[in-house]
């Protein structure tokens, strides 16, 4: 009984943290270019995931990206968004980055 607690305290706890960070997206307007599932303007959260799944220090790359803009390729283009704290960018791009 003890492990059915700690298994579904631990699975609301992480539904709610994966909750937060869209809600973070959406108070961000990241989705008015992106959405987990399906290209939009930019590529879905689940492709940039993907892309980048199991490289080293994309974290921080990501994080920069958001904030800052940048090409990602020969295609994308990210705008800049000066809105989002340097705190806020690192917890969407670790939200992003574990997306499967």
Not at 25 to 44: E, F, I, M, Q, Y
Not at 66 to 73: E, F, K, S
Not at 77 to 92: D, F, G, I, T, Y
Request: charged share 15%; net charge positive.
């Amino acid at each position: 009984m003890k492990k059915l607690c700690i298994s579904l305290g631990l699975g609301m706890l992480l539904g709610t943290a994966a909750h937060a960070d869209l809600a973070l997206a959406k108070a961000k307007n990241c989705v008015d270019c992106h959405s987990v599932n399906s290209p939009l303007v930019g590529p879905s959260f689940k492709d940039i995931a993907a892309r980048y799944a199991g490289q080293p220090g994309m974290v921080d790359k990501l994080a920069h990206t958001i904030i800052h803009g940048g090409p990602q390729d020969q295609m994308d283009v990210m705008p800049a968004n000066p809105q989002v704290s340097e705190a806020e960018a690192r917890q969407l791009a670790a939200w992003i980055l574990g997306l499967k």
